[in-house]
């Protein structure tokens, strides 16, 4: 089954603090794509950071951060340093190659809090 | 480079009408998905389509959904006779043809169909 797993539906971080946001997946595919989004209010999905499965190093962003677990299929996020403007949903999302196309599968979001 | 651009934003429809959604890829871009969004749900693929190809259809409801992307013009989401369950954010996003660039969507700001 081609899942993604987001087991926190929302979560709260005080400003300036840091908060990981975990994400599971599952595919029996060894080369793909993982992606977080972010969702603000204004509902537009903006990407935040990507990883290639092949790549051991994890994809720093600025302020964001992964931790690739790929034997565990585990994607989370580090949000450093809060700010206001983080809030938003956070979709963990993958990419697979599937007869030739392209397939991307979302987990059902994170809402993010941040508090002043 | 303008971005991904759907339009209406709005759409009311009473039970039984037609609805169209209409996505603009980013220019440059082949490759449209659609997307359906409930409320405080994760984004459900719908079908991706390539100019004048339908590649995966398999999110898409036999009955009453069609999409297209022709040759000139936008994509377009038709929902026919519609009914209060169909009442949801559409969101469309677009890739380059070359998407070994960085593998993700651009997304548009979605439609949003209220069904009375």
């Known amino acids: 089954a081609q899942t993604v797993t987001q087991s926190q539906p929302e979560m709260s971080v005080q400003e300036a603090e840091t908060v990981t946001l975990s994400c599971t997946y599952d595919?029996?595919?060894?080369?793909?794509?993982l992606f977080w989004y972010k969702q603000p209010p204004s509902r537009q999905m903006i990407l935040v950071i990507r990883?290639?499965?092949?790549?051991?190093q994890n994809a720093t962003e600025n302020r964001f951060s992964v931790n690739f677990q790929k034997a565990a299929k585990s994607f989370s996020l580090k949000i450093s340093d809060s700010q206001l403007g983080d809030a938003a949903m956070y979709f963990c999302?993958?990419?697979?190659?599937?007869?030739?196309?392209?397939?991307?599968?979302f987990g059902t979001g994170t809402r993010l809090k941040v508090l002043a | 480079n303008a971005g991904v651009m759907q339009n209406p934003r709005h759409l009311v429809r009473r039970r039984g009408q037609e609805a169209r959604l209409r996505c603009s890829p980013m220019?440059?871009?082949?490759?449209v998905y659609w997307y359906r969004q409930l409320p405080e749900e994760g984004l459900k693929f719908m079908v991706y389509?390539?100019?004048?190809?339908?590649?995966?259809e398999s999110g898409m409801p036999k009955e009453r959904f069609s999409a297209e992307f022709p040759k000139e013009g936008p994509s377009i989401l038709r929902i026919q006779q519609v009914v209060r369950g169909d009442s949801a954010a559409y969101f469309c996003?677009?890739?380059?043809?070359?998407?070994?660039?960085?593998?993700?969507?651009?997304f548009g700001e979605g439609s949003r169909l209220t069904v009375l």
């Open positions: 990883q290639e499965a092949y790549k051991q």
């Open positions: 996003a677009s890739s380059p043809e070359d998407r070994y660039l960085t593998g993700e969507l651009f």
């Open positions: 389509l390539q100019k004048e190809n339908i590649i995966d």
């Open positions: 220019k440059g871009h082949s490759h």
């Open positions: 595919t029996s595919e060894s080369d793909y794509y």
């Open positions: 999302a993958y990419r697979i190659t599937t007869s030739g196309t392209y397939k991307y599968i």
